[in-house]
């Protein structure tokens, strides 16, 4: 089943989300997103096409404009979409009749002959309980070494966020206060992004001229090299969509020159390796303004 979800300009200036309850009887949400924009969605739409072609259709965009339209007195409309992004997410046939009814939960099997390693299949599932389904898959690989070992990963922080998440604002503030030359948008972006560890993005940087080169919106050289190097970020969509969301605020002209950027730390590596040309075919990816 295919999930699209909608960006346009931000609805509404505090910072709650709205669930708006359809006559389809499905949920859309409407949440803040990246500061200036509000995240809309979803859908749930069966994909019959390939899976190197999943985008939002016609009527995916039209459905959910229309959802926001019968609870908010400003209205939307396709035009407005900045930007839209789509998934396919595979189901367990529990005999439901229909798509909606299906549940999103997901099985794990375990198969062998008694001979050898077990065959671990995962039926369905979804990423917002990746994290659970993975300690399970791991349950059952230590079921079959014979390993006995509690899960950890529900109470241990992710790198950077090692951190009471009510005391965020203090971090922001924290952060400012070691470089003060951050705007308080900036600051928080990369707090949000990076936690404890955006410090070792900014390094010893005193002005913003000394995190290098500057791409638009608030992505600098300093981010776009430590991505690449921490983060396995090996494209301009790596990095404008998949990790930092920047994409909403670049112009087309400041996408190239982020792709040329790409391009010339490929030269100075001397590579000629299948990433090189990952990177170096990367400047057909749009700016979503």
């Known amino acids: 089943m295919r999930g699209s979800h909608i960006v346009v300009p931000r609805l509404y200036a505090h910072d709650r989300c709205y669930l708006l309850q359809n006559s389809d009887d499905r949920i859309v949400f409407v949440i803040p997103y990246e ?9 749930d739409r069966e994909h019959q096409e390939s899976l ?10 039209q459905y959910l404009c229309a959802s926001v339209n019968d609870y908010f007195n400003s209205s939307i409309s396709p035009e407005d ?22 549940t999103r939960d997901y099985r794990i099997t375990s198969e062998t002959d008694g001979t050898g390693a077990p065959l671990i299949s995962v039926l369905g599932g979804k990423i917002t309980t990746y994290r659970k389904l993975a300690e399970d898959v791991l349950s059952e690989v230590n079921q079959a070494l014979g390993v006995t070992s509690e899960g950890w990963t529900g109470s241990s922080p992710l790198p950077g966020g090692s951190f009471d998440f009510l005391r965020f604002d203090n971090e922001v503030e ?17 707090m949000r992004l990076y936690g404890s560890l955006s410090r070792g993005i900014l390094g ?11 791409f638009g919106g608030n992505l600098y050289e300093n981010e ?9 970020a090996m494209s301009v969509e790596d990095i ?10 670049l112009s087309d002209s400041e996408v190239r020159t982020l792709s040329d950027f790409l391009k010339e730390i490929i030269s100075e590596a001397d590579s000629s390796s299948d990433d090189g040309e990952a990177l170096a075919g990367s400047s057909t990816v749009q700016s979503a303004t």
């Open 204 to 214: 010893d940087a005193m002005t913003y001229r000394e995190l290098g080169r500057f």
């Open 240 to 249: 404008l969509w998949r990790r930092t969301k920047e994409g909403l605020n």
């Open 35 to 43: 500061e200036n924009f509000s995240l809309i969605g979803t859908t």
């Open 224 to 232: 776009v090299r430590y991505l690449m190097e921490n983060e396995w």
């Open 81 to 102: 979409i900045v930007w839209s992004y789509s998934a396919v997410r595979p189901l367990f046939d529990d005999g439901s009749a229909d798509a909606k009814s299906i």
């Open 52 to 61: 190197n072609q999943v985008t939002i259709s016609k009527d995916e965009a």
């Open 174 to 190: 924290q952060l400012k206060q070691d470089y003060p030359f951050l705007s308080h948008s900036h600051a928080h972006r990369l």
